[in-house]
């Protein structure tokens, strides 16, 4: 009888060591990614509901057209529309080869004091290419042109 009493309580130590591991992981994994998870916000989102100045997140949509200005080293700031709201971004650093007017963007930043403040700027990649979100706002809006089929 001793035995299998024992080997019961064992069995219940087990089960309860693998639990608080599980809890334990997933506490840490949840942890580590809090400041990855960035959410995604078209410019009309942004202008209807303004995010906290201590939020980061992702906007998308077109760089407007004749709205880049180059300031001082490498600082540049620009529109970026989708159509029914425009959003002024300020960006230091080096843009992408692809990055242009009338061009898909995705900025990753704060928006402070009705400015987009952005860490990181990205461009398409190539010719054809534009990132699902800035597809789906720019839809939205109606703005979205597909691509020709022929080039």
């Known amino acids: ?10 069995r219940i130590q087990v089960i309860a060591l ?4 599980l809890i334990l992981s997933t506490a840490l994994i949840g942890y580590g990614m809090r400041d990855g998870i960035n959410f995604f916000r078209s410019p009309s989102q942004v202008m209807a509901e303004p995010p ?13 057209e004749g709205s880049i200005v180059r300031g001082q080293g490498s600082t540049v700031s620009f ?3 989708d159509g029914g709201a425009t959003v002024p971004v300020v960006y230091s650093g080096v ?27 990205l461009a ?6 534009m990132p ?10 109606g703005v979205y042109k597909e691509p020709d089929a022929g080039s």
């Not at 906290?52 to 906007?59: G, K, L, Q, S, W």
């Not at 009338?102 to 860490?119: P, Q, S």
């Not at 398409?124 to 290419?129: L, S, V």
């Not at 699902?132 to 809006?141: F, G, R, S």
């Open 1 to 10: 009888m001793a035995l299998k009493s024992l080997k019961k309580q064992r």
């Open 18 to 21: 693998a639990t608080v591991a």
């Open 52 to 64: 906290a100045p201590n939020e980061v997140f992702r906007i998308g949509g077109l760089v407007e």
């Open 79 to 81: 529109s970026v529309t």
């Open 95 to 121: 843009l992408p080869d692809l990055f242009s007017e009338n061009e898909g963007m995705v900025g990753t930043g704060r928006y402070v004091n009705g400015v987009f403040e952005a860490t990181e700027i």
């Open 124 to 129: 398409k990649h190539d010719e054809e290419y």
């Open 132 to 141: 699902a979100e800035v597809v789906d706002a720019l839809k939205e809006q």
